[in-house]
């Protein structure tokens, strides 16, 4: 059985750490030639070193997403590398506590670039290359956030909603060019990110985050929080040829956090 991405060039963004990281890791696993990207050098490098002592091939390219020319960059530095792209995975985000009443202007405009703005202008440059090649796969990072409001963070949800409807426009407008374009939707998964949420709510509630944590997954049907290698093996499928008729869906990885 040939792996699924042989052959394949994928760009990555947000790889230095986290879900992106497995995924870089397992997407080289799977034969695809990797470019690993975020702001952090020695950890992007160190996840290159990684992939390549496992026998896969994978280069860092830095960018900043809340940069429009570096994600241009970005997009011209990998075909320029490997010679080709057919995989674009918008990965990359941050999240931090905000509601309508605390919200600045500084940290809407960040929320909104680093997840929206960024996907619009990653497609915009990565759309070009993936139709040289015949066709092949963008991929966004939504969240559970992004089909039922997060009480944690409005912009987060606001950007991540944003996705799954870019998603939506972008699968219409490039089925033509055998472009197929989805989201993966993370429920909880034990990243910095998530480590990070559990100390904010936690002392909002004065308790320890190991506490918040045996709560919130009480909200959790299956009663555990997600790995990083199932987010991983969905976002394989839906970038792989097995998913060859799925285009435009937002697809939750949440051990059923949404059918409650
Ligand atoms: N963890 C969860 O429970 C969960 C649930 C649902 C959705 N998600 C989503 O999954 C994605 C990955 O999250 P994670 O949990 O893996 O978070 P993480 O461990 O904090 O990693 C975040 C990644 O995003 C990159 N990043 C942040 N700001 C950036 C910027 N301005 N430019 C370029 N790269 C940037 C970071 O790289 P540098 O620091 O090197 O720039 C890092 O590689 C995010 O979109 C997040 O919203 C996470």
Redesign the pocket.
Known sequence: MPLSLQGKVAII?????????AGAIGFAREGAKVVVS???RQ??EAVVDAIKKQGGEASFIP????AVAEIERLIEKAVNTYGRLDVFWH?????GPDNVEDITEEVYDNALA??LKAAVFGAKFAVPQIRKVGGGSILF?S??AGLKQASYSMTYSLAKTGLVMLAKKLAVDLAGDNIRVNCVC????E????IAIAGEKAKELGISPEEWVKRDIQRIPLGRYVTEQEVIEAALFLVSDKAASITGVALPIDGGFLAV
Request: glycine share 20%.
């Open positions: 963004t947000g790889s230095t750490a986290g879900i992106g990281k975020g702001r952090n950890r992007g960018a900043d997403m809340l990965n990359a985000g941050i999240v680093v997840h990072t969240s559970v993370p429920g909880r998964v990243t910095e990110m998530r």
